[in-house]
C-alpha cells in the first residue's frame, strides 16, 4: 500500500468537517441513491439543475458534479451555465460522460462540456477510452473494457485535459498525468445495484469541494471510501437488494482509520 498525504483518513474527516454542498446535476435514475450516498458520506447533496438558476447556484456550491446519464435538449443550458460558472468561480467540478460514445448528441454536448474544463473526469474504462481517441467495446452505459486497459487512455486524457482523471471498475484506477494509483475493493454485488457509479461522481465532488486544492487526493480519499465501504457491505448482503441499504450504513459509520487500516492503494 502507497500512503496518500495526508491519508484518505485525515481527508475523509476534513470532508465530513466541511459538510461540502454539492450541486448534483445528474440522471433521473440516479438522483435518489447519489442523494443518499452524500448524507450518509457526510456531504449536503442539491439536485439543482434547471439553467435559470443552476449557474447562480453553482457560485454558493462547494463543487459542481454533472452526469449526463439521461441526456435531454433542455437540460444542457443548465449543465453549460453551471460548469462555466464553476471554472469562473475556481470551484472544482465533475463530469460523467455516461456512455457519450453511444449517439451524436452525447458526444456533441461532451465536447462542449470539456471545453469548460473539468476538475475530474470520472467514467468506466470504455468512456475514457473513447474520450481518448481509443476504439473501446462499451455496450450503452455497461464497459466492455476492463480497467486496467484504459490506463493509458486515463494518462493520455488527463495530460491532454490538465485535470484528474478517475477509471471506476474492477480495480480503480486514478491519474493526473503524472501521479498515478490503482484502489482494490468493493463488491461483485455493486455493478447489480443501478446508479452506485453515478453515486460516486457525486461523492468524488463531495471530496473535491472541501479539498479544492488537492483535486487527485480528493478522488483517491473518496474511491477508498466507496471501495472500503462496498467491500464492508458485501460480507453481509444476501442480493443487490439488500446490498444497498447496507451499502449506505456502511458509509455512515466508517472513520477515518478503517479507511487507512482496510484502503488497498498501490502506486502505478
Known amino acids: ?92 467540478w465533475v463530469l460523467d460522460p455516461v456512455a457519450h460514445y453511444a449517439t451524436g448528441f452525447r458526444r456533441a454536448v461532451v465536447v462542449e462540456l470539456l471545453d469548460l474544463e473539468p476538475t475530474v473526469i470520472r467514467g468506466n474504462a470504455s468512456e475514457i477510452m473513447t474520450l481518448a481517441g481509443i476504439e473501446a467495446r462499451g455496450r450503452g452505459v455497461d464497459s466492455g473494457d476492463s480497467s486496467s486497459s484504459a490506463e493509458t487512455s486515463a494518462l493520455s486524457l488527463a495530460r491532454q485535459q490538465n485535470c484528474v482523471v478517475a477509471v471506476t471498475g474492477e480495480i480503480d484506477f486514478v491519474t493526473d498525468g503524472n501521479r498515478s494509483v490503482r484502489i482494490e475493493g ?28 488537492n483535486p487527485f487526493e480528493a478522488s483517491v480519499a473518496a474511491l477508498a471510501m466507496f471501495a472500503v465501504s462496498g467491500e464492508q457491505a458485501g460480507l453481509t448482503a444476501r442480493g443487490p437488494g439488500s446490498f444497498q441499504p447496507l451499502f449506505l450504513d456502511a458509509l455512515s459509520v466508517i472513520d477515518g482509520a478503517r479507511i487507512d487500516a482496510e484502503a488497498r492503494i498501490t502506486a502505478a
Do not use: Y
Request: net charge negative.
Open 186 to 213: 468493493g463488491s461483485l454485488l455493486m455493478p447489480k445495484v443501478t446508479a452506485l457509479g453515478c453515486a460516486l461522481t457525486c461523492l468524488v465532488g463531495a471530496f473535491a469541494g472541501a479539498l479544492p486544492e
Open 1 to 92: 500500500m502507497t500512503p496518500i498525504s495526508p491519508g484518505c483518513g485525515a481527508l475523509l474527516e476534513a470532508m465530513r468537517h466541511t459538510n461540502p454542498l454539492v450541486q448534483c446535476i445528474t440522471n433521473d435514475v440516479s438522483m435518489n441513491i447519489a442523494a443518499n450516498v452524500l448524507l450518509s458520506a457526510g456531504a449536503s447533496p442539491a439536485m439543482v439543475s434547471a439553467e435559470e438558476e443552476a449557474g447562480e447556484f453553482a457560485r454558493i456550491a462547494s463543487a459542481v458534479t454533472i452526469n449526463i446519464g439521461t441526456l435531454w435538449a433542455g437540460g444542457v443550458p443548465g449543465m453549460k451555465a453551471a460548469a462555466k460558472a464553476a471554472s469562473e468561480t475556481g470551484k472544482p
